[in-house]
């Protein structure tokens, strides 16, 4: 029962911190107030405060600077890639449930997104994407592989919407698979061409303003994503 008061106490105090940081307008970078201050504003002990702090600083909603003081974190998406790569990690090398199950939420958020961009990207817009599809295509044919570029590219897509947490969560999912796939030594596409002729349909579909077509292009291309995954934990390829 101790522990368990101990933890309510502690998560008590965590909302309060960040319920302080919310009141008082604080942005990323500003200093927070000492640990004396949140003492007399919580009405905790120094020690509890300290908890509170580490544990907020694990989320990246804090950032305790030895010798400075604590400010408020840039409360990125480290936490939820660091926990997502830990959980398709424990499970067994021969299972990619855990990796497909990351491949199909990406895969939903952006057939959804590509609806949203497919009537409204503007022809400069599209030539980026192409000049992109071309750079593929060039390292396609000489069997090359393009993991950055395939990033910039879903990148690119959907920046004319102009939500800042859309390529902070597909970000988040592309660090996850990479990882991913450097810790089980999974090897890189061998046939490069075919991703960059993946891009290619998106990118046709995209110029005809083809929502479906653009949508099923995307799904294709995670599908082919999804079925390399399994073959290279089955050690096939």
């Given at each position: ?196 002729r993946r891009h290619r349909d ?36």
């Amino acid at each position: 029962m101790r522990r368990m008061s101990e933890e309510t106490g502690n998560s008590r105090i965590r909302r309060e911190v960040v319920q302080l940081i919310l009141d008082r307008r604080l942005r990323a970078g500003a200093p927070l107030p000492t640990e004396t201050e949140l003492m007399e504003d919580l009405g905790v002990s120094r020690n509890s405060v300290r908890e509170a702090l580490k544990a907020l600083q694990a989320l990246d909603i804090v950032e305790i600077r030895h010798g400075y003081g604590t400010y408020v974190g840039r409360a990125s998406l480290t936490p939820l890639v660091d926990g997502l790569t830990f959980r398709t990690l424990s499970r067994p090398d021969d299972d990619t449930d855990a990796l497909a199950e990351i491949l199909q939420v990406r895969e939903v958020l952006e057939e959804g997104l590509i609806r949203r961009v497919t009537a409204t990207l503007s022809e400069a817009e599209l030539d980026r994407l192409e000049s992109v599809v071309a750079r593929m295509e060039t390292a396609g044919r000489a069997g090359r592989s393009f993991a950055e570029l395939d990033r910039e590219f879903h990148e690119l897509l959907y920046a004319s919407l102009g939500n800042a947490f859309v390529p902070q969560l597909l970000g988040a999912f592309w660090t996850v698979f990479r990882r991913v796939a450097g810790a089980r030594d999974w090897t890189d596409d061998p046939a490069p061409a075919v991703t960059a002729r993946r891009h290619r349909d998106i990118l046709t579909a995209l110029r005809a303003r083809d929502v479906e077509g653009a949508q099923r292009a995307m799904a294709d291309h995670f599908r082919g994503i999804e079925a390399r995954a399994a073959e290279e934990s089955r050690g096939v390829g």
